[in-house]
Structures are given as C-alpha cells and as structure tokens.
T-cell receptor, first 114, second 112 residues
Framework: ETGVTQSPTHLIKTRGQQVTLRCSSQ?????VSWYQQALGQGPQFIFQ???????GRGNFPPRFSGLQFPNYSSELNVNALELDDSALYLC?????????????FGSGTQLSVL | GNSVTQMEGPVTLSEEAFLTINCTYT??????LFWYVQYPGEGLQLLLK???ADDKGSNKGFEATYRKETTSFHLEKGSVQVSDSAVYFC???????????WGAGTKLIIKP
C-alpha cells in the first residue's frame, strides 16, 4: 500500500508567477484535502475534493484552485503568487468525505515566493 | 468562529516524566477532537481522536478526554520516551465545510 506522495518537495517562484503542486492519494482513497502551513503555525484548510468535485473550501481567494482526477490524484494551482504564499503545502487523503475520517498526509511541498 | 488554542512550546522533559499538553477549543455544535503528531522528517499522523463528550481517545500510551464543560482536550502520557520528541497538533472538525481547524502546534523535546 503506497502512502500519499507530493511533488515537488521544494519549489522557488517569483511574485506574480503561477504554480502547480501535485498529490497522489493513498490507494483506495477518494477524498483529498489541501492545507497551507506557515512556519510555526498549524495547517490552514484550503479545500477538499471528493470524487472530482470541490466539497468544501476555507478562507482562501479564488486564485487558489484545484482539480481531482479520476484516479483521485489531485493538483493545487495558485495564480498571481504573493510573498505571503510562501509556506508548506500539505495534501491529505482519506477514504470518505466525512471530516471524522482519518487523514493520511504527505510530507508536503515547500514553496518559497521571492 | 471555531478555534483551537494549544500551550506554547517547546516543552522539554526528561525521559520517563509525565506529559501534559493543554488544548482548549471554541466551537459551535459538537465537533470531534483530534491529536495529530509530526515526527522529524515525517508527515502528520493521527495520534488519537474523540467524537463526543466524555470520550477518551488513546494510542501508544497517550490519552486525551473530550471535556465539554471545560472545552478542553488535553494530551497526557504517563512516561515519555526520547522517541516521543515531535510536534503535537490539536484539531477540531468543522462540519460545515469539511475542514479541520488546527492549533499552532506544541514542540516536545525529551532528553535522555
């Protein structure tokens, strides 16, 4: 059973650029959640996808968007990058969309915006 | 809105000491409560959870009891080991948009 994998592990972009982060879910999981974690803070919920549909969203602007594919892998896209977007981006998969489901996290993508 | 507050770290203890990490919450309704742990170089892992008042979650010698009257979910362990060194996060479920709301995390350092 493979775990949750994220790519790339590190990324450096400049302000105004666009970025795409990728996540492969754990085998058998149909739900993916994305979180942003600033240094020294807890994760902040961006959105959740369940069976290719956005299922819930946190307080992030529309320039944060996502996709979930038929194999349940997922992408997080961020347009018009700002300096404050520098953070660790975490992907988590689960076997159902219920929030009480156990989340399985990847190791994250560290994004630096210069 | 809903929120979680954890005691600030780092918390430094000697091996075999008793551990308490405080967590209090503010929430409408009846959220589930969680402790996640992040070991050095690894992703977040669920440590334990409780889904209703007075429930006790337990795992790997850690325990936490869901106290509605004090809106708390403190993490305890009777005898810590060096391998328990990690960052511990308390979180609650917000059902309206399927998210977990997280505390800022507490770094635990166990010295031999």
């Amino acid at each position: 059973e493979t775990g949750v994998t994220q790519s790339p592990t590190h990324l450096i972009k400049t302000r105004g650029q666009q970025v795409t982060l990728r996540c492969s879910s754990q085998s058998g999981h149909n739900t993916v959640s994305w979180y942003q974690q600033a240094l020294g803070q807890g994760p902040q919920f961006i959105f959740q996808y369940y069976r290719e549909e956005e299922n819930g969203r946190g307080n992030f602007p529309p320039r944060f968007s996502g996709l979930q594919f038929p194999n349940y892998s997922s992408e997080l896209n961020v347009n018009a990058l700002e300096l404050d977007d520098s953070a660790l981006y975490l992907c988590a998969s689960s076997s159902g969309r219920g929030i009480d489901e156990k989340l399985f996290f990847g190791s994250g993508t560290q994004l630096s915006v210069l | 809105g809903n929120s979680v507050t954890q005691m600030e770290g780092p918390v430094t203890l000697s091996e075999e000491a008793f551990l308490t990490i405080n967590c209090t919450y503010t929430a409408t309704g009846y959220p589930s409560l969680f402790w996640y742990v992040q070991y050095p170089g690894e992703g977040l892992q669920l440590l334990l959870k409780a889904t209703k008042a007075d429930d006790k979650g337990s795992n790997k010698g850690f325990e936490a009891t869901y106290r509605k009257e004090t809106t708390s979910f403190h993490l305890e362990k009777g005898s810590v080991q060096v391998s328990d060194s990690a960052v511990y996060f308390c979180a609650l479920s917000q059902y309206s948009n399927y998210q977990l709301i997280w505390g800022a995390g507490t770094k635990l350092i166990i010295k031999p």
